[in-house]
């Protein structure tokens, strides 16, 4: 009898050799299967072997060692599932992630796949609406905008037609959920698309994937084929009155397209350019229908709350921070990785106690909260809640859940340059604001960094300032009204990267919210 062994087939492991490492396992007579990843990053490839006592763990394998790994005198981890980072983590979106192989329908619904769905069916569009509301489940794109409100706003408009259009151009640097979500566990977006189709009245769904995820758009494609096959899409599925086709369309590098209505506009044909508000896409989205438009994880959680009910999702959290949220450790940073938590765990917690430090052992300056337009936030507050709330009276943001780490060694006025270059560079160019803004930005920076004395500082910071306040109040989306964010941050925190006295620094206006400006949409 040979050994079944788990090789990650997750792109982050195939970088580093786990295609390889299958191949050899194979050549050794070993019965390789292939799962997502677990998200312990920092060990890819994981290789786990099935023994009596559960899932051995491998880690860093190599082809080399593959014949250690089978002869049980390699390095271990012990049984995976007990490993003290994944023990301690609350799964909910990720419970199968890592677990089984992606396309195995059957082994989906042996760990509780379509449960939720056969659940909605049995309801009412209004009940399954209801429950996701009472689950207090926000959109886990970045706005943080009630699923349930939108979702009940696309099912009482009137119209022919509606769609379910689902966000993966996940573009934000140190995020990786969704394309590890769509690798591992693609039945649960499936599901999720399929119960919001159900509950707002829609017989179509689009997902728009980045064309830089060639393992999540082949992966997903193939389980939509499976799901086609299995009767979990297409005419009356289930032999329900519902009818739901799915499709893939892939981006083309675009980052503002992570935006809503510059996705739709993508989706559409045209090019991607951000839409003015109103009318909001729940009323007039995809070819001026209602649509419903969520990120990958906010989907994929919807079967996990049918299933058990809202009130059991909604046991989870913080505050008005309700259930879990799937944070990415990245950047300097010793374990960096998947952990999904409830809301209210600190920011100390999460970057030291999971992440454990930094890569390069030298102090934490700072992390960078939701994405490449998130404030950056020193060790002084690493005692904030991570919520919704909590983090943005800091003048910060969730986002989307990425956690960037940066030692004392980061400057800070250059990633607050980097901010404005980014904009620049990535702005669709429908409002002044954020195409002009932006390139100012830069220039006003390196005067500011450049200065002669500190009265020359003063004066830049001054003009710096009320162009973040203008690009704060006067951006369509955002790409722009965010991009003060870091910029305001880095000043506030660390002055002195930028030649300014702690005097000086105080200058800085406080970051002002964008929520108004941008709910419901993240670049």
């Known amino acids: 009898m040979s050994t079944t062994v788990w090789v990650p087939c997750d792109a982050a492991a195939v970088s580093v050799g786990a295609d390889e490492v299958a191949a050899a396992f194979a050549a050794a007579g070993a019965t390789v299967r292939r799962n997502g990843s677990r998200g312990m990053l920092w060990l890819e490839p994981l290789v786990e072997i099935e023994t009596d006592q559960g899932r051995i763990g ?3 394998v190599s082809p080399d060692r593959v014949q250690s790994v089978l002869d049980g005198t390699a390095e271990s981890i012990g049984v995976v599932a007990e490993h003290d980072w994944l023990a301690r983590q609350q799964r909910v979106t990720f419970t199968r992630v890592g677990v089984i192989e992606p396309t195995d329908i059957a082994a989906y619904q042996d760990l509780g796949g379509f449960a939720g769905l056969r659940r909605a069916l049995s309801m009412d569009p209004q009940e399954v609406v209801a429950e996701v509301t009472a689950s207090g489940l926000r959109g886990r794109g970045g706005a943080g905008f009630p699923t349930g409100v ?19 151009d996940e573009g934000d640097s140190g995020t990786f959920a969704d394309r590890m979500l769509m690798e591992g566990d693609p039945f649960a977006l499936i599901e999720g698309m399929t119960i919001a189709a ?8 689009y997902v728009y994937v980045r064309s830089e995820y060639p393992h999540a758009i082949a992966t997903f494609g193939r389980a939509i084929e499976i799901a086609y096959a299995h009767g979990w899409l297409g005419e009356r599925i289930q032999g329900s009155d519902l009818s739901f086709d799915l499709h893939v369309r892939v981006g083309a590098g675009a980052y503002i397209c992570g935006e809503e209505t510059s996705m739709l506009d993508s989706l559409e044909g045209k090019r991607g350019e951000v839409r003015a508000k109103p009318p909001i896409p729940a009323l007039s989205g995809l070819f001026g229908r209602p649509t419903v438009v969520n990120n990958v994880v906010t989907l994929a959680t919807v079967p996990m709350i049918l299933a058990d009910g809202g009130q059991q999702y909604a046991s989870l959290g913080f505050e008005r921070s309700r259930g879990t949220s799937v944070f990415q450790l990245a950047g300097n940073v010793n374990r960096g990785g998947i952990v999904e938590v409830a809301f209210g765990m600190s920011i100390g917690d999460l970057v030291e106690g999971f992440g454990g430090g930094t890569r390069t052992g030298r102090p934490v300056k700072a992390v960078q909260i939701g994405g490449p337009l998130g404030a950056y936030v020193p060790p002084e507050q690493f005692d904030l809640p991570l919520a919704y709330e909590s983090l943005a009276e800091a003048d910060a943001m969730l986002g989307h859940g990425g956690v960037v780490v940066f030692d004392d060694s980061m400057d800070a006025a250059a990633m607050a340059r ?7 560079l990535e702005s669709c160019g429908k409002c002044t604001p954020c195409r002009i803004g932006s390139t100012r930005g830069v220039e006003v920076i390196d005067r500011i960094t450049g200065a002669p004395d500190d009265g020359v500082r003063r004066t830049q910071l001054t003009l710096l300032d009320d162009l973040c306040t203008t690009m704060t109040k006067g951006s369509l989306c955002a790409l722009g009204g ?29 970051v002002e919210s964008a929520t108004e400006t941008v709910e419901g949409a993240r670049p």
């Open 58 to 60: 491998f880690p860093a």
């Open 198 to 205: 159900h509950a707002v009245g829609a017989a179509e769904g």
């Open 418 to 424: 980097f901010a404005m270059e980014f904009c620049a």
């Open 482 to 510: 965010l991009t003060p964010m870091p910029v305001r941050s880095a000043l506030k925190h660390f002055p002195e990267d930028f030649g300014i006295s702690g005097s000086a620094g105080d200058d800085v206006g406080d």
């Open 150 to 168: 939108k979702w009940e706003t696309v099912r009482t408009a009137e119209s022919d037609l509606k769609f379910i259009c689902c966000n993966a």
